[in-house]
């Protein structure tokens, strides 16, 4: 493909972390392949960022929504590296790495080694006063536990959390200790998520070695004997002004080539003229605009709101996809007013504990420059998939109940120096049982749309690496159509 070949138009619809980093990649294709390019992103917000932003003002830096990633998943880090963002990036603090479990009302430490779902040293499970001596014994049986039967094969067998959890390590493991561990990354219900969708590795674990706790010491062998790599950040990574710095880089990246329209609201999408229409909302006015492909990265039911006139078997597989939604309560206070020590990266709560938060994140523990001196800049979130009416309480209600569990379970007393409300409605997508059967229906129904693609945390996960995968792998899809021979 050469320069003489006319431009391409693409509307990539969506400005968050999805829609930037697929227009960023696209543009890099672009240029790799020689094929002049018309892009246009959508956002239907005055800024871009989506659920990830920041405040920066008054010597606090208050992440809006996420504020780091997972480092194990090389897509977040392969990107900082094309932006020339390496060097903003900073890893957790050592001194305060861990988290604590709510106990009858007491923050207590996870045990030492135990990773999510499985503990791999025996002594802190012993001792730990978050299980009774029952519910030890009975995740200590799990080493001796036959692996499931199933007919459909292990490969593509699948589980809820709380079937799978309970059936390898019983019901008080379920509840005291990896429910609410779970839930501090998917605000889910644990008797609905699915195991393969969002925790796959325990399934394989399973299959591969029958026990779990088997396969966690033989694991942490490994490591110990192999040089240690991609351990620069941690397992978690963030940025020294926030998570807007990636957003902000995106968007004035996107922006030299092409071209960010604000305060735009897609409505619809149809097929004209070979390629799409776009239907878009701005200032009261409604517009329409040709392009010869399109990259959507919104919700799933929004993007089968979109499509509903073009592709009504799309849109209702798309409309499937439920979403939970959660608010967060940002407040700054004085180490002297809060009894508690804070000596970990944060605490969540089981929903056994039947209280109205279900995490407290630590965020000035976890990374520097996050609360002047003396203070601390905690992260309190509320509603989720369990808890759902929670959110229907007006702000200043919400506020009430949150400072009153703070004060409850970790002595905070006094006004906070600062605090703000943040919600984000319908925004953590919900990996029910027969996920991935879903998502795979939605795929063979979008391979059918020339020149269309879908990308976002609604399909193959839900964390900041997986949001980018899965728009650079969209754009390439999307190139290699635009660039094929006709």
């Not at 990830?52 to 606090?60: A, S, V």
Request: with cysteine; proline share 6%.
């Amino acid at each position: 493909m050469n320069q003489s070949s006319p431009a391409k138009r693409i509307a990539v619809v969506g400005g968050g972390i999805t829609g930037l980093s697929a227009a960023f990649r696209l543009q890099e294709l672009a240029q790799e392949n020689n094929q002049p390019i018309e892009l246009t992103l959508f956002e239907s917000q005055p800024a871009a960022g989506g659920w990830i932003g920041t405040i920066n003002q008054d010597g606090y830096l208050i992440d809006t929504g996420a504020d780091m990633f997972i480092t194990n998943k090389p897509a977040a880090i392969e990107l900082c590296q094309r932006l020339g963002l390496e060097d903003q990036l900073i890893s957790t603090n050592q001194q305060y790495r861990g988290a604590l479990i709510l106990k009858a009302g007491k923050p207590v430490p996870v045990p030492l080694g135990f990773e999510l779902m499985t503990p791999s040293r025996i002594l802190p499970m012993l001792k730990t006063p978050l299980l009774s001596p029952y519910g030890k014994l009975r995740m200590g049986l799990e080493y001796f536990l036959p692996r499931r039967h199933s007919e459909a094969g292990l490969n593509e067998d699948d589980e809820s959390l709380a079937e799978f959890v309970t059936r390898r390590f019983g019901k008080e493991a379920l509840t005291r200790l990896i429910q609410p561990l779970v839930a501090g990354i998917y605000t889910s219900d644990p008797e609905k998520l699915s195991l393969r969708a969002t925790l796959p590795r325990f399934l394989d674990m399973e299959r591969d070695h029958r026990s779990l706790i088997k396969a966690i010491r033989q694991q942490k062998k490994k490591s110990k004997s192999a040089d240690a790599t991609g351990a620069r950040y941690g397992l978690f990574a963030a940025f020294k002004e926030g998570m807007q710095t990636l957003i902000r880089m995106l968007a004035e990246r996107v922006s030299l080539k092409g071209t960010i329209l604000y305060d735009h609201r897609v409505t619809q999408v149809t097929a004209a003229d070979a390629g799409y229409v776009l239907t878009f909302e701005s200032a009261g006015h409604t517009q329409t605009e040709h392009f010869d492909a399109v990259l959507l990265t919104t919700a799933a039911p929004q993007a089968g709101n979109m499509l509903a006139a073009y592709a009504p078997v799309l849109s209702g597989l798309l409309r499937q996809i439920e979403y939970a939604s959660t608010a967060i309560q940002v407040s700054v206070h004085r180490l002297e007013n809060i009894r508690h020590p804070l000596n970990a990266f944060g605490l969540v709560i089981p929903a056994a504990e039947q209280r109205k938060i279900f995490a407290v994140a630590f965020a000035s523990r976890k990374f520097p420059g996050r609360a002047p001196e003396g203070c601390v800049q905690l992260r309190t979130f509320v509603g989720g998939a369990m808890q759902p009416e929670l959110l229907e309480h007006s702000d200043d209600e919400l506020n009430a109940i949150v400072n009153q569990e703070l004060a409850d379970i970790l002595g905070v007393s006094g006004e906070p120096v600062y605090s703000k409300l943040l919600r984000h409605n319908q925004s953590m997508p919900q990996y029910h049982l027969g996920h991935l059967q879903l998502v795979e229906r939605i795929e063979q129904a979008a391979a059918g749309l020339p020149r269309l693609e879908l990308a976002g945390n609604a399909y193959r996960g839900v964390g900041i690496p997986d949001c980018i995968h899965s728009a650079e792998q969209a754009a390439a899809r999307l190139m290699a159509e635009l660039t094929a021979p006709a």
